[in-house]
């Protein structure tokens, strides 16, 4: 943004400046206007010539100031349009991105839970185990005693 407003500020110097060397160079015109034709010498004449086409190249170069004002401000708008699109289209992506994330957490946390409920079997695996065990050693304890 500041580039830009740079840009166009150097474009409206130029612009000013040629505006008023215009204004010069009208006023000199008019004097020299003011006099008769059969009183000008050739070198007013030549003058005048000179003059007149100065203003013709100050006015065209206006008209291009004035035509790269204009484009730039239709490239910045256009610029700025892009850059809404990108943006909405990098947020959609961040958006779909984030609720990626969301699903893969949920995902994994419900992996943790399926692993912790299989660690809950596990345990009561292993602790029906050792209930059977401690049963068979009553058993045998208890079946070994009676013998004697």
Known sequence: ELFRRQAELMYLRRQHNLEEEHAELEYQIRCLMLCPDHNKTDSDKEKEEKLIQRLVEVVERRN????????DRLREKEEDRSVGTQLGIFSAAMGSEVDLRVKNDK???KWKKEKRWSKKDADKEVEDVVEKKKSKKKWFTLHHSTRS
């Open 64 to 71: 291009e100031i004035i035509d790269c004002l204009e484009m």
């Open 107 to 109: 995902k994994g946390k």
